[in-house]
Each structure stands twice: as C-alpha cells, then as structure tokens.
C-alpha cells in the first residue's frame, strides 16, 4: 500500500499519510518516489491553492520502521554504505519533496509525532495539533543521530535552545508543551482537528493564489540569505504581482469596501 494519498476538496488538497497499521512508519523502499510523484502532482497543478498534510488513524507519524531496524531489512539492509545510499534517494528524497511543497502547508498533527515524523510536521508551514498529540526526536535512544534533517529543521521551528534540550534528552512532550514551546500555532480538541485544520485552509485559499506561492517561497528564502538579497527578491514578486488581475481586484475591492475575489490570474 502506498504510504501517501491525495484528496482534493475545492482549492484545498489533503495530503494524507496512509499506513495507519504501521503507526503510519515512513521510509518504506518506494516511498520516496511515492511521496515525490505526489508532491509533484500538487506543485503543478494551479486549481490547488493550499495543502493540509496528516496522519490516517491515530497517529501522525512515528517515524522510521523500528522493525525493519530491528531486522536490518528494507531500507536498513546492507553494508554502510548501502544504508547511507537508502537515506539520500528514499528517505530524504521524501524529505526534500515535503519540504519543496510550494503552496502553504498545513499540518494536521493528529497523535503522536515521532522522529521523522516530528521532521515531517516541521516541513509544514504552519502546525496545528490534536490534544492527542505529542512530540519527539528520539534518535539517541536508539543510538542514532537524527538522519532527516531535523538538526536543520526543528531549530528553525522552535529556537536552538528547546531543540537542544529535545534532541539530547530524547524527551517527548505533550501537545500542550509543544504550543508553549512554539512548535505548534495552537491545540484543538481531537475530534475538532480537520475541521480547524480546513477551516484555515480556507481562509488561506481565498486569498490570491500566486501571490501565496510567491510569499511562501521568500520565506522559505528568507531564512538562508542575506537582508540586502532579501529586498531584492521581494522587489522581483512584487513587479510581478502589481501586473496581475488579483492585485487589481484586491486594489478596487478595497475601494468599493466588498470581499475581493480572487482568480490565480
């Protein structure tokens, strides 16, 4: 079964990962192909305006197949050399098609998110969670190091200090622990999940749909140049955004004093 399955609703899709039996485990041989074929289907397609990525059943994501650990199977089979080649084309060609997504992310932390599944939750742009959900990066209790990005990733989410103290304590904190932390924008109710999820959804996919592109990706710029470089990416999407239809109707919306609606053009 594949570990991925997309579901579209209007402008919004549904990125769901779809191995419930498995605690939804990620790193499967395939699954990187299959998680980039699916990233790639909603880059490209322009009816899509915002991504709501979770977990099927109950839990998000527990991360690497203990399993197949346990066995030296799948993608822990081999020599060295074999297993550090699983992680570059499997495992972090998941990883980089995740965070490559160019339209905003939502994700909806349904349970527990556990080592790469912590990683995946921290490739969305925006994280609200379950008041199921918990939270770690347990790699050295496993006596392995954090092998998806998360020594990139989680500091840049919650400051280098509290990703410290979660990387070496190997400590899994509740959902409520993760909002104080900054990890998470808010804790719902767990049956009201979706629903807040979509809802956000919504109101992010009413807005000009290549304007978001463009502001997700100086984001994502943003964190890795300089203030100088900076300016002159947002100088580019701008000349290019006053020269569309949704800035115009943004502009006479404003001045008619009604709700604009915009048309990705």
Not at 33 to 55: F, H, K, W
Not at 233 to 253: M, P, S
Request: include cysteine; hydrophobic fraction near 45%; aromatic fraction near 4%.
């Amino acid at each position: 079964m594949s570990i991925v399955a997309t579901e579209k609703r209007g402008a919004i899709a549904i990125l769901r990962l779809t191995r419930p039996e498995m605690m939804n485990a990620l790193g499967a041989p395939g699954d990187g192909a299959a998680i980039e074929a699916a990233c790639a289907e909603l880059n490209a397609d322009q009816s899509i305006r915002v991504i709501v990525l979770t977990g099927e059943g109950k839990c998000f994501s527990a991360g690497g197949d203990i399993k197949a650990m346990a066995e030296r199977s799948g993608a822990f089979a081999g020599s060295g050399v074999d297993i550090r080649e699983g992680y570059r084309t499997n495992i972090h060609r998941a990883a980089r098609a995740l965070y490559g997504l160019q339209l905003p992310v939502i994700a909806a932390v349904n349970g527990p998110a556990i080592g790469l599944g912590c990683d995946v939750a921290c490739m969305a742009d925006v994280r609200i969670a379950s008041d199921r959900a918990k939270f770690g990066v347990t790699f050295l209790k496993l006596g392995l190091v954090p092998g998806d990005g998360g020594t990139w990733l989680l500091p840049r989410t919650i400051g280098m200090s509290r990703a410290a103290e979660l990387f070496f304590t190997a400590d899994v904190v509740d959902a409520a622990t993760a909002e104080r932390y900054g990890l998470v924008s808010r804790v719902v109710p767990h049956d009201t999940l979706m629903d807040e999820a979509l809802a956000m959804a919504a109101k992010m996919a009413a807005l000009p749909p290549h304007a978001l592109r463009m502001t997700k990706n100086m984001l994502r710029q943003g964190q890795g140049i300089s203030y100088d470089t900076a300016l002159e990416l947002a100088a580019a999407n701008q000349a290019v955004a006053h020269l569309t239809y949704d800035h115009e109707e943004g502009v006479r919306a404003l001045i008619d004093k009604r709700e604009p609606k915009f048309e990705g053009r």
